[in-house]
Nanobody, 124 residues
Framework: EVQLVESGGGLVQAGGSLRLSCAASGFTFDDYVIGWFRQAPGKEREGVSFIRSSDGSTYYADSVKGRFTISSDNAKNTVYLQMNSLKPEDTAVYYC?????????WGWGEYDYWGQGTQVTVSS
């Protein structure tokens, strides 16, 4: 059974940091792209960052570039999203997702498996 379990969300003041984790099981980690998406109330789900586990290639949305860092620990089948210099507009439910290498990218419809989400709230 494929599972993606996010953790690490919470409430933080603007300028603070959080590290999200996405623990994956039930599939071959290297065959997938792991992406982080977020969805704020009343807004569409948007791609934040993704990593291709096989070669470590990373991609970031312009809105988080320079502030967020995605990384993976392939031995633990876990992907992390280090979020620094958080802003109130980063407030959202953050989801991790897994999609096939060569297909999955910025579109949320390109991913096959999803976690349950973790709430990130940044106060001003």
């Amino acid at each position: 059974e494929v599972q993606l379990v996010e953790s690490g969300g919470g409430l933080v003041q603007a300028g603070g940091s959080l590290r999200l984790s996405c623990a994956a099981s039930g599939f071959t980690f290297d065959d997938y792209v792991i992406g982080w998406f977020r969805q704020a109330p009343g807004k569409e789900r948007e791609g934040v960052s993704f990593i291709r586990s096989s070669d470590g290639s990373t991609y970031y949305a312009d809105s988080v570039k320079g502030r967020f860092t995605i990384s993976s620990d392939n031995a633990k089948n876990t992907v992390y999203l280090q979020m620094n210099s958080l802003k109130p507009e980063d407030t959202a439910v953050y989801y991790c997702a897994a999609g096939a290498v060569g297909f999955a990218g910025w579109g949320w419809g390109e991913y096959d498996y999803w976690g349950q989400g973790t709430q990130v709230t940044v106060s001003s």
